[in-house]
């Protein structure tokens, strides 16, 4: 598992993008305050 957390709002749009491209799973996506919050699981 891998927990990504970016302050970009497009970080929301190119994290789902990038587990479509590569197979790798999106497990969740969340925003607190300022921070966006990606969690992904290698394929």
Do not use: C, P
């Not at 497009?10 to 587990?19: I, P, T, V």
């Amino acid at each position: 598992m891998l927990k990504v957390v970016s302050t970009d709002k497009g970080s929301l749009r190119d994290f789902a993008a990038f587990a479509k491209q590569t197979g790798n799973e999106l497990v969740s996506q969340e925003t607190i305050g300022d921070d966006y919050i990606h969690v992904l699981k290698r394929r």
